[in-house]
């Protein structure tokens, strides 16, 4: 398994020489919303489709 830092290096270097500061801090901040999700998921953080119309439709009233 790789470090954090080991990771944030793959990233910044997977991105294109002319990227820009904001390109990649948005690309670091997606890679760590999407392991975060996951992580929710496997812990069984989750939340049924149906719960979220439900909250959605609370909100619209």
Do not use: C, H
């Not at 997606?30 to 439900?54: A, P, Q, T, Y």
């Amino acid at each position: 398994m790789s470090t954090v830092k080991e990771k944030m290096a793959e990233i910044i270097r997977s991105q294109p020489d002319d990227a820009s500061y904001e390109e990649i801090m948005r690309e670091l901040a997606f890679e760590r919303m999407v392991e975060r999700g996951l992580d929710d998921s496997k812990k069984g953080r989750v939340i049924s489709n149906e719960d979220v119309e439900r909250q959605i439709r609370s909100w619209q009233k």
